[in-house]
C-alpha cells in the first residue's frame, strides 16, 4: 500500500481555496432565499423515491421496471468520485474498458451501452467519449434493458441519465477537502445562493491525481453553475452550464500470454500487474479531454392536469487521445495477435490522434396530461425531439510500431508520432416522435403502452473524402406493461418492449465483401416479470426475472477469404433474476443490496461452435452489498461498508479461459460534529481493505482484443467537509 497522505494541494486547488474564503465568510447557514425548486426532504443515505429515466412520472415503488438510483449522498458515503466506482454499487451493472485515464465504458444486465445514444443528461442525449464530473450530479439514473420507447435507438442494456445539482430553497457553502493515499489531493465547492429571484447553484472542483500506476499522475479543473427563477406563476425557466478538464496518462490493459509459442494467446497472467503501467515511454503523452454542456429548459403549468416543457442541449469535447499501446508480439515463434508471448513480450504502438472534436446538440419538447375516458383516468405523455451528433478529427493520425517491451522488465524505446493514417469523421441527425399512456383501469390495476417512431440519417466518410457512406432509416419500438398492485405497499407487474441498434459494416474494403454497406435495422426484445415491496416508507424490495434476444452483424466466410457481415448472423440470449433491498431498515441502518444471476448465451451464430458459448466478460452471479450504520451511543458517527462478490467470466469465446470468482471490501466512516460553530464532516474511506489482487474484467474491444484489467490495490481516501 503506497504510504504518502500529505495534502499537497495545486496551485490550481489552492487559488480556489482563497476564492473561497470570501464568500463563504459572508453567508449563514441562517440565510433564506425565494424558493425557486422544489426542495427534497433532507434525507439520510438511500433515500429516493422517483427516477426520471423511466419516463412514466411514477414513483420507483409503481415503476413496472427496473431502475437504479445512485445518489449524491450513497457516492459521498462509498467516496465513488467516478461512474467505475459508482457501478460497484448495483450487482447488474459492470465496466468495460475501465481503466485510469480513459473514457469509462459501462455494460447493463451483460450488455455494453453505447457511448453515443445509452447516456442523458437531465433527460438530453450526450456522448460518453468523455470523462464524467460528478462533482455537480445530484444523482445517476440507470434503466435496465431495453430503452426503445425512452431513447429509440440504442444498445439493449439500458439507459443512463445524469440528474444535475439544481438551486435550493435555503443558501448553503460547503467547502470540502481531501486525499488520498497515493498522494492525489482535491478542493470541491458547493455554493447555493440568489440574485433576487434567481436561483444559483455553483460548484467548483481541482483535483491532482495520483495513480497506483508508474507515471499516470494527472490532473483536472471543474466548474458549474445552474440558474432557475419563476418568470411567471405557471412557468419556470432554468439553465447551467458545465466545464470539465482533464489530463492524465491512460493506462492499457494486459492481455493474454501464448505460454507454448504455437501462436494463441490461451494463458491468464498471474494478477500481479496492479501497478504496471505500459504506456510509460518517455515519449507517452497523456489522454486529455476539455468538455463543455450546456442546458436551458421552460416549463409551463397550462392547467392543472396539463404540463409542459421544452429542453435544449449542447455538448463539445475536444480530446487528444495519445497512449504507447500495447498491441500482439512479434518477437515469438509465432506472431501472436491479439495478446503477448509466453515470456510476457509485448509490441508497442505509438498511438495518437490529436484534436479530436465531438459535439452533440438535442432538443426535446413533451406535453403531459391526465383525461378521463370510458370511465377510466389516464396519463398521457406525448413528445417530439431531435438530436444532431458530429465527430471532427485531424485529418491524419499516428500508429506506429516502435518496438516491444516486457511486462518484467520494460525496455525504453524510441517513439515515432507520424501521422500517416486517414482518419474518419462522421455525422447523424434524428428526429424522434413518442407517446405514451398510462391508465388506471381498476382501483388495483394500471396499464402502460408507448411507442416511439425514430427517424435517423447518418453518414461518414475518410478524411480525404473517400469511402463516403450515408443511409437513412426509420425505426419504431413500442412497450407495453400492466401493473396489479394486491395491497398499496406491493405491485407485481409484467412488461414487454423493444429497442433497436443500427450498424453499417466498417468501410475497409480489404477486411469485408460488403464495405460501407448498410445493414438492416436490428431489434432486440425483452420480456420482464417483477414484484416490488415498499417494506415502509424508506425501503424498498424488489425483484425481477427477465429475457433479452439481441442481434448482431456477423462475418460470413467467403470463397474469397474475405467476409461478409451480415445482418442478424448472431443472436446473444441473456436470461437473469435480479433481486435488491434499497433504503432505511432502521433509523440507524440504511442498506443497498443486489443479487444477479445471469445466464448470458449466444444462441445462433455464423459460426456453430459459438451456438451455446457463454458471452465474454459477464459473471453468471454478482452481489454487491453496502450498508452505513449510525452510533447510537455517539451521535454523528456512522460507519459503511461495500462487499462485492461475483463469479468467473468467460474470457474467449470458446469458453477455454476464464477469471477467477473474485471479492472485494470497502469500508468507511464517517464523523459529523460542530467546529468553530460549522457543521463539519470527516470521513475516511478504504478501497479495497483486504488489499486482494485478482483480474476484475477482460472485455473485447478494438479489433478483437482481448484486454485485462487488475483490481486497485488498497486505497486510503480521506475527505473534510464543512458547510458555511
Known amino acids: 500500500m503506497a504510504t504518502r497522505h500529505t495534502l499537497k494541494l495545486s496551485p490550481t486547488a489552492a487559488a480556489l481555496a482563497l476564492l473561497f474564503a470570501a464568500p463563504v465568510g459572508a453567508q449563514t447557514a441562517t440565510q433564506s432565499l425565494d424558493a425557486v425548486t422544489v426542495t427534497g426532504k433532507a434525507a439520510p443515505v438511500l433515500d429516493t423515491e422517483r427516477a426520471e429515466v423511466g419516463g412514466f412520472g411514477q414513483s420507483l415503488a409503481k415503476t413496472p421496471q427496473s431502475i437504479t438510483v445512485l445518489g449524491a449522498d450513497l457516492l459521498a458515503a462509498t467516496a465513488s468520485s467516478s461512474l467505475s466506482q459508482a457501478i460497484k454499487l448495483d450487482a447488474s451493472l459492470a465496466d468495460s474498458y475501465n481503466t485510469t485515464g480513459y473514457i469509462e465504458g459501462l455494460s447493463v444486465r451483460g450488455f455494453l451501452l453505447d457511448p453515443g445514444t445509452n447516456f442523458l443528461r437531465n433527460g438530453l442525449p450526450i456522448s460518453n467519449i468523455a470523462p464524467i464530473a460528478m462533482e455537480n450530479k445530484e444523482r445517476v439514473e440507470v434503466l435496465k434493458g431495453v430503452a426503445g420507447l425512452q431513447s429509440g435507438i440504442s444498445a439493449p442494456g439500458g439507459l443512463v441519465n445524469f440528474v444535475t445539482k439544481t438551486p435550493q430553497r435555503d443558501a448553503f457553502t460547503t467547502v470540502s477537502l481531501g486525499a488520498d493515499g497515493n498522494g492525489g489531493s482535491k478542493v470541491h465547492m458547493d455554493a447555493n445562493t440568489a440574485w433576487g429571484a434567481v436561483g444559483v447553484r455553483v460548484n467548483l472542483a481541482a483535483e491532482d491525481l495520483h495513480s497506483v500506476f508508474d507515471r499516470a499522475d494527472g490532473k483536472r479543473e471543474f466548474a458549474s453553475v445552474a440558474l432557475a427563477t419563476q418568470v411567471a406563476p405557471t412557468t419556470r425557466v432554468s439553465a447551467d452550464v458545465e466545464y470539465h478538464h482533464k489530463k492524465q496518462p491512460s493506462v492499457p490493459g494486459l492481455g493474454l500470454l501464448d505460454a507454448n509459442g504455437d501462436g494463441v494467446a490461451d494463458t491468464l497472467p498471474a494478477p500481479v500487474y496492479s501497478r504496471l503501467n505500459l504506456n510509460n515511454q518517455s515519449w507517452s503523452q497523456p489522454f486529455e479531454s476539455t468538455g463543455t454542456n450546456a442546458q436551458f429548459a421552460i416549463d409551463h403549468t397550462i392547467s392543472t392536469d396539463w404540463q409542459a416543457r421544452l429542453g435544449l442541449g449542447m455538448q463539445r469535447t475536444t480530446t487528444h487521445d495519445r497512449l504507447a499501446f500495447p498491441d500482439g508480439c512479434s518477437t515469438g515463434p509465432n506472431y501472436v495477435y491479439p495478446g503477448l508471448c509466453g515470456n510476457g513480450d509485448v509490441d508497442i504502438y505509438d498511438y495518437r490522434s490529436e484534436n479530436e472534436e465531438r459535439s452533440t446538440w438535442a432538443w426535446d419538447a413533451t406535453l403531459q396530461g391526465k383525461f378521463s375516458a370510458l370511465g377510466v383516468q389516464h396519463r398521457v405523455s406525448l413528445g417530439l425531439s431531435g438530436r444532431n451528433a458530429k465527430t471532427e478529427l485531424n485529418p491524419t493520425q499516428a500508429y506506429n510500431w516502435v518496438g516491444t517491451t516486457n511486462i518484467d522488465t520494460p525496455v525504453a524505446l524510441p517513439g515515432d508520432g507520424t501521422a500517416l493514417d486517414l482518419n474518419t469523421n462522421s455525422r447523424e441527425r434524428a428526429v424522434d416522435a413518442s407517446a405514451s399512456l398510462v391508465s388506471n383501469l381498476t382501483a388495483s390495476v394500471q396499464s402502460f403502452v408507448g411507442l416511439r417512431s425514430s427517424h435517423l440519417n447518418r453518414s461518414s466518410e475518410r478524411s480525404d473524402g473517400s469511402r463516403a457512406i450515408a443511409f437513412e432509416q426509420t425505426v419504431t419500438t413500442p412497450w407495453a406493461g400492466l401493473a396489479w398492485s394486491t395491497v398499496t405497499s406491493t405491485m407485481l407487474y409484467v412488461s414487454w418492449g423493444q429497442g433497436a441498434e443500427l450498424e453499417a459494416v466498417p468501410n475497409r474494403p480489404t477486411k469485408y465483401v460488403n464495405a460501407g454497406q448498410v445493414l438492416p435495422a436490428l431489434k432486440s426484445e425483452q420480456t420482464e416479470v417483477g414484484v416490488k415491496w415498499q417494506a415502509h416508507d424508506r425501503l424498498l424490495v424488489s425483484a425481477a426475472l427477465f429475457n433479452i434476444d439481441k442481434p448482431y452483424g456477423d462475418d460470413q466466410p467467403t470463397a474469397s477469404g474475405i467476409p461478409l457481415r451480415v445482418a442478424g448472423g448472431k443472436t446473444a440470449r441473456h436470461r437473469g433474476v435480479e433481486l435488491a433491498a434499497v433504503g432505511q431498515v432502521t433509523s440507524q441502518l440504511s442498506l443497498q443490496a443486489s443479487l444477479t444471476v445471469l445466464d448470458a448465451k449466444y444462441t445462433a451464430a455464423v459460426d456453430p461452435n459459438l451456438v451455446g458459448q457463454w458471452v465474454t466478460n459477464v459473471p453468471k452471479a454478482k452481489a454487491s452489498l453496502f450498508a452505513d450504520y449510525k452510533i447510537a451511543s455517539l ?42 460553530g460549522k457543521l463539519t464532516q470527516w470521513s475516511l474511506n478504504v478501497e479495497n481493505l483486504t488489499d486482494r489482487s485478482y483480474w476484475r474484467e477482460a472485455p473485447t474491444q478494438y479489433w478483437g482484443s482481448t484486454y485485462l484489467f487488475p483490481s486497485t490495490p488498497r486505497t486510503v481516501r480521506a475527505r473534510v467537509t464543512v458547510e458555511f
Open 635 to 676: 451521535p454523528g458517527l456512522s460507519l459503511n461498508g461495500l462487499l462485492t462478490s461475483e463469479s468467473g467470466k468467460t474470457v474467449t469465446a470458446d469458453g477455454s479461459v476464464t477469471l477467477p470468482s473474485a471479492w472485494q471490501l470497502d469500508a468507511g466512516v464517517r464523523y459529523q460534529n460542530r467546529l468553530i
